[in-house]
Structures are given as C-alpha cells and as structure tokens.
C-alpha cells in the first residue's frame, strides 16, 4: 500500500503536515502547492486575518451533546468542511485523488475534483466508493466543456463547483523559478531531476507507481500533468478568458445538478450570482494564488454573506488550518468551508490516512471550540 511517514502520528497541527510535505515532496511540487501569486501578501492574509476573529468564550452551559453535521445540497455532512479542488493532486500521492477522496468519505465530508485532477471522476467513484464533487474551469473549447460535464454526470457527481476566478493564470513567482510554470534550460532540468531522485520515497510511490500522470478528464486534448511546463502552458492558452455569467445557460444546458460558483470576493458578484439563479457561492480568492493584494477571504466574507442574506448557501475557503479557524468562518458568515492547501499537505505527507488524520483532528478542534464558546449546534446560534 501507500507509504506513510513514519513520523505521521506525531503530526498534530497543520504546519506538521506541511513540514513533512516539504521533506517529501520534490521542491518543484512543494513550491506548487506552497506558493501563491506576486509578493504572496493575499495568500499570507488569507490565514493570519483569522487572527482578528475573536471568538466569545461561554460558561457553565451544558455542552453534553455537540453536532457538527449540517445538510447541503441534499446531503448531511458529518462536518460543514469539504474538500477544495486541488489540481495535479495525483502528483502529490500515488493516485492522490482517490487517497483523499476515501479520507473524505470516511469522515462523512465530499470531496471536490480538479479539472486538473490526475484521476478521472469514474476512477474516484469506482476506488472511493463515492461519486466526487466536479469542478469545471470553462476552456476555449465548448465541446471540451460538454466532454467534462458529461463525464461528471456520468460519474453521478452531485454538485457542481463552476470556478471562475481563473480566467488567466496568476502570476506566480515560485512557479516561474522552478520550472513549474515555464520551461527551463538544461542546467534547471538537471536540478528538477536531481531534486525528484533525492525524493526516493516519492519516486517510487508517485513517480513510478502512481501513473499514468495526465490530467485524467482532459487526458485525450491536454498534455501530461507530469510535463509541467507543457500543461500550465496548456491551461493559459486554453482557459476562456471570456467568459461571463451569459455562459451559465450553455452549462445548465449540459448538467442538471446544483451549481456553486467559486470565486466571489465582491459583494456585487454575490448579488449577480444569486440573480443568475446559481445554487451557492464559494468566497475564495484561490488560496492567494491569483490576484495578490484582494483581501482575505475572511475580512470578505461578512460583507458578502449580508448581500446574500441568506437567499443561498454561501461556502469560503482560503486559510484554514483548523477547526477553530472552521468555527470561525461559521460565525463570520459561513454555512461551510473548503480546506486546500491543508489536505493536499497532509496527503503528500501520508497518503489517505495523513488526510484521514487530519480531518480527525479538524473535527476534533472544532468540536472542543463549539464547547468552549457554548455552542451546541453548528447550524444554528439560538442561545449565542
Ligand atoms: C496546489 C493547489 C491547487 C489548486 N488547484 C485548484 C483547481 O484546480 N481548481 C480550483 O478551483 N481551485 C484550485 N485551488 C484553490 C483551492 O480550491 C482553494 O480555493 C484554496 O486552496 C483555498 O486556500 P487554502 O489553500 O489556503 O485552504 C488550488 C489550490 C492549491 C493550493
């Protein structure tokens, strides 16, 4: 099976997780993964802005019974935490997709695939036992667009998540200097190659045993993920800039599902977004890596969840590490929250039982937080 670090079980916070990632990972992956755009002040924001969130400690209540679950889109979620589409996941962990997504399942969470993802929607259901959420980055190309919906559909996906704040790759730095985002001359594919054989753990499991390495729904029009100069080419050349909320009708035309638009970090975009009739919104700025200077997603949010008004779900992702920082959203607004960088680190740490781990451990925090701050129920604030 999967080779787990033997150090996992001493992992208990999510800077453990990433840590053991940056020792496993070959730099390049690390950096991917790590990084954000420009000067990285958004993606920085994006979890230090927690920090002015104080939260109201309560007494003497009585905080026997604690329930974290919540219901979305038809389903009940043990926790109100989903997974957040990570892209090139399958290079993170042998067949990554399908590791995280049976984490997810085991903590009664869904879990949301890439259009970038290296597994295939199918292959997540068939070895996850459970149909993954979809995301879709609309592509020059319609037709490649139907072919995603279509296998989503096929895959008996749930919901649908439509990112939108990708209309053209951010700047990011890291990217550029380890070749992620730009191809390198000779002497920075030597250094590539040499920092993968100084990974041998993860050339054997990833490398070599976790293939084939292509973006598995767009394996017949884009290049290899492990090429990855050649693939983040591909994706700035095919993702549709143009696109506006007019091309909602062309993908309801091809999926039946509820849709959630991930990407709104401007009051105005909410109010369009619930006239366009979508079914939740997702407030992310891509984990600080597209436009660097926006605000955190969690200074954003309260202004966005009151344009709402409560008329959709309104989910939030972008710094959290915890389940404190998931009360914290909760109480700033949020009906759920998405985690990135925190299971695609503790999946390159250890395979599906590091994010089974951590996912333990977000339920846990969370729930200790609910009792300390006198709150029995995540989905509702009577007696706050
Ligand atoms: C390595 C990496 C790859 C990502 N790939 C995608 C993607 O393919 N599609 C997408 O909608 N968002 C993608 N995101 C953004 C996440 O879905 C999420 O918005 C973000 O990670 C939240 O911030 P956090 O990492 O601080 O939790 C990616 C994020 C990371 C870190």
Redo the contacts with the bound molecule.
Sequence with gaps: MVTVMSNLSQAVSSADYRAMAKRRLPAILFD???GGAYRETT?QR??SDFDDILLQQRVMRDMSVIETAIDLFGASLALPVIL??????GM?ARRGEVQAARAAAAAGIPF?L????VCTAAEVRRDAGVPPWF?L?VTRDRGLVRSLLEQASAAASPVL?L?V??PTPGARYRDQRSGMARGLGLTGQMRQAASGVAHPAWLWDVYLRGRPHNFGSLAAAAPAAADFAAAWQWIGQNFDPSVTWADLDFIRAHWSGPIIV??IMAADDARVAVRCGVDGI?V??????QLDGVSS?IKALPAIADAVGGALPVLV?????SGLDVLKAIEAGATAC?????W?FALAAGGEAGVTRMLGQIAAELRTAMVLTGRNSIMTREGA
């Design positions: 991917y993964v790590d993606l994006n979890a957040a589409p990570v892209g090139f996941a993170l949301c890439s259009t970038v993802g995301q980055y998540v990112t704040d990708l991930k990407g997702i992310s700025n891509h984990g600080g890596r997603t992702d972008g710094g959290i590490r998405l985690l990135g960088r925190a695609a």
